[in-house]
């Protein structure tokens, strides 16, 4: 990753952290877009640092949060397919409006490679 004003460089690691619990998925994560902007995946209640719920459903984990009053329609899609988690913010509402998104970086159409972490 390279900043845009200094030219400095420096390698920094994007991931996703999924974790079953008894009816849900718990789901966390940091992804690194250009000149260092971030996104923070975790539970948008304000002062909580937690991961974020999601559901299972249709072979996809989903979070839908919604706020008519303001015209937010957040939808959150994490799927997996032939080793890759693609995770889905069609309208960009998610990045923009619940989670911490820099100017630079969004959810959409983010693609990580699956990677299996052993028990510590």
């Not at 996703?16 to 209640?45: L, M, Q, T």
Request: proline share 4%; charged share 25%.
């Amino acid at each position: 990753m390279t900043s845009f004003s200094s030219e400095e460089s420096e390698t920094k690691s994007t991931y996703v952290k999924i974790s079953r619990a008894a009816d849900y998925y718990s789901v966390e994560g940091v992804i690194w877009g250009p000149n260092f902007h971030i996104c923070r995946i975790g539970s948008p209640i304000e002062g909580t640092d937690g991961p974020l719920q999601m559901d299972y459903v249709d072979n996809k984990l989903v979070y839908r949060h919604s706020e008519p009053e303001y015209d937010i329609n957040c939808e959150l899609d994490v799927s997996f397919k032939d080793n890759t988690l693609t995770i889905t913010d069609s309208n960009h509402h998610c990045s923009r409006y619940v989670f911490y998104c820099g100017a630079h970086i969004g959810l959409d159409k983010v693609e990580l490679p699956k990677v299996e972490q052993g028990c510590l």
